[in-house]
């Protein structure tokens, strides 16, 4: 058994990574919106935090009722009970991934996770 996962994400709407990729601490999407679409529910969650990367295109996202604009480059975290709907702009498709995490859950990270071999 090797130490790790790969996948090759193709353009469909969406893709999650958690069972392409064996994920144990986390739930990847990438999510493709045609222009003028939109998720078609409204979402929270128990216990996860979403962080929300715009790859291209334009957008907007509806978080306990504020409407937030995005586009390429827009790094967004929502707490778990927010509710939230993402949709695409008129005349733009929206691509973005989604990391879901369970809130509080980090103990360390970079150097402080480290193992210098």
Same mark, same amino acid.
């Given at each position: 058994?090797?130490?790790?996962?790969?996948?090759?994400?193709?353009?469909?709407? *969406?893709?999650?990574?958690?069972?392409?990729?064996?994920?144990?601490?986390?739930?990847?999407?990438?999510?493709?919106?045609?222009?003028?679409?939109?998720?078609?529910?409204?979402?929270?969650?128990?216990?996860?935090?979403?962080?929300?990367?715009?790859?291209?295109?334009?957008?907007?996202?509806?978080?306990?009722?504020?409407?937030?604009?995005?586009?390429?480059?827009?790094?967004? *975290?929502?707490?778990?009970?927010?509710? *939230?709907?993402?949709?695409?702009?008129?005349?733009?498709?929206?691509?973005?991934?989604?990391?879901?995490?369970?809130?509080?859950?980090?103990?360390?990270?970079?150097?402080?996770?480290?193992?210098?071999?």
């Amino acid at each position: 058994m090797t130490n790790y996962s790969k996948t090759t994400v193709t353009n469909e709407a *969406r893709t999650e990574l958690h069972s392409a990729l064996s994920l144990t601490g986390a739930e990847i999407s990438v999510n493709n919106l045609p222009a003028g679409s939109g998720v078609p529910f409204v979402h929270s969650h128990k216990n996860n935090e979403e962080i929300y990367a715009v790859i291209s295109g334009k957008g907007t996202a509806v978080i306990d009722g504020e409407k937030v604009e995005l586009s390429a480059g827009d790094w967004l *975290r929502i707490s778990p009970s927010a509710k *939230r709907q993402f949709s695409a702009a008129e005349n733009s498709p929206l691509s973005y991934i989604c990391i879901q995490v369970k809130e509080n859950s980090l103990e360390a990270f970079t150097q402080e996770d480290a193992v210098i071999e």
